[in-house]
Nanobody
Framework: QVQLVESGGGSVQAGGFLRLSCAASGYTYNRNCMAWFRQAPGKEREGVACIDSDGTTNVADSVKGRFTISKDKANNTLYLQMNSLEPEDTAMYYC???????????WGQGTQVTVS
């Protein structure tokens, strides 16, 4: 059973920072792609950043230079460091994992980020 459990969300003021974590279990962590998505109320879900098995990352233009995705293979944990947060970053953030960086089979329950 694959499980992805996010944590680290919260409420911060604009300009602040948060680090999201996604603990993965029951999954061949180091051979596939993992990603962060977000969905704001009334908006479609959008990809934020992804990292493949080689450590290659892609970050959405809207957060480039402010957000960094990384993973700790030893602890099977995915991270999203979010700096210089803006109100527009307010959303539910989801961790996802899959066999490639296009289709994601597994999703976490999400963690809320609110920037005021």
């Amino acid at each position: 059973q694959v499980q992805l459990v996010e944590s680290g969300g919260g409420s911060v003021q604009a300009g602040g920072f948060l680090r999201l974590s996604c603990a993965a279990s029951g999954y061949t962590y180091n051979r596939n792609c993992m990603a962060w998505f977000r969905q704001a109320p009334g908006k479609e879900r959008e990809g934020v950043a992804c990292i493949d098995s080689d450590g290659t990352t892609n970050v959405a233009d809207s957060v480039k230079g402010r957000f960094t995705i990384s993973k700790d293979k030893a602890n099977n944990t995915l991270y999203l460091q979010m700096n210089s947060l803006e109100p527009e970053d307010t959303a539910m953030y989801y961790c996802a994992a899959g066999g490639n960086c296009i289709n994601f089979e597994y999703w976490g329950q999400g963690t809320q980020v609110t920037v005021s």
